[in-house]
């Protein structure tokens, strides 16, 4: 299963989850960034979120 959003290859610093989603919903990058180390810390883990999203999003075109 996949979502139909792509993960980037050109904003990433890991694996480009982040940088996907704020292509795709046409925010700024560095404050989607700022806002996922805050999501984070809390009791939501963020760094769980981060692992489906990249197991579930599509990889990006090169």
């Given at each position: 299963m996949h979502?139909?959003?792509k993960r980037s290859s050109n904003n990433k610093v890991l694996a480009g989850v982040v940088g996907g989603?704020?292509?795709h919903f046409g925010w700024n990058t560095a404050i989607a960034?700022?806002?996922w180390v805050i999501?984070?810390?809390t009791p939501i883990s963020g760094i769980i979120a981060?692992?489906?999203l990249w197991l579930l999003?599509?990889?990006p075109d090169y």
């Open positions: 979502i139909p959003i989603l704020a292509e960034r700022v806002l999501i984070s810390f981060y692992l489906v999003m599509e990889k």
